[in-house]
């Protein structure tokens, strides 16, 4: 079957560093997208990976490892606002989206 | 540039009711992805329609069933409406580059069946 797995809640101070894990069993892969989620709101594009490394975007790094079926998002200087659920999402064969439950991050100050 | 909109924002009906609900993609966007999620879930695909044919579709029953118009914008309707059906109905827009899709959400349409 086609699964994702990610922890559902964590929680981080202001101003520190967080990297949240997934990984993911699906038939065939075409990438794997992270997605941000405000509650009550629409998810936002934060990354796209296909190939394995660490891609970075300001406080944001998303890193992908095929072999191992495994993806984390690193969150670096953590704002308040960045409370919030993150949703890793793969790519099947058939390019079909196989969306995980979300991980709701919790930042105290 | 305008997002994708959806309308209504919310949405109160009974068991055994229908609901349409609509979505207009981003300008230049072709394609229309509906999603349904439950609080505390991640979305959960529902239709997808690319230049008005259905190019995939979930596992939902038969009540839900979708359109899309010449202008792309889309109609999404659930028949005999379960309380089960109380969710934010998310509507996505993407311009497919190749096979991979960058999807943009509207802002949903929050539905509840009492």
């Known amino acids: 079957g086609q699964n994702i797995d990610q922890p559902t809640e964590m929680t981080a101070t202001e101003g520190a560093i967080v990297q949240i894990n997934c990984t993911y069993q699906t038939s065939g892969f075409n990438g794997l997208f992270w997605y941000q989620q405000h509650a009550g709101e629409a998810p936002t594009f934060l990354s796209y990976?296909?190939l394995d490394g660490l891609e970075e975007k300001g406080r944001f790094s998303s890193f992908l490892s095929r072999s191992k079926g495994y993806s984390y998002l690193l969150l670096k200087e953590l704002q308040m606002k960045d409370s919030a659920s993150y949703l890793c999402?793969?790519?099947?064969?058939?390019?079909?989206?196989?969306w995980g439950a979300g991980t709701k991050l919790i930042i105290k100050p | 540039d305008a997002g994708v909109t959806q309308s209504p924002t919310h949405l109160i009906k009974t068991r055994g009711q229908h609901v349409t609900l609509r979505c207009s993609p981003i300008s230049g966007h072709k394609s229309v992805s509906w999603y349904q999620q439950v609080l505390g879930q991640g979305p959960q695909f529902i239709f997808q329609y690319y230049e008005k044919e259905e190019r995939g579709r979930g596992n939902f029953p038969d009540r839900f069933s979708a359109r899309q118009f010449p202008n792309y914008s889309s109609e999404l309707n659930v028949n005999a409406l379960l309380l089960g059906d109380s969710a934010l109905y998310l509507c996505a827009s993407s311009s497919l580059q190749g096979e991979v899709e960058k999807l943009f959400f509207g802002s949903g349409t929050q539905l509840s069946v009492l």
């Open positions: 990976n296909v």
């Open positions: 999402v793969s790519t099947d064969s058939n390019y079909q989206l196989i």
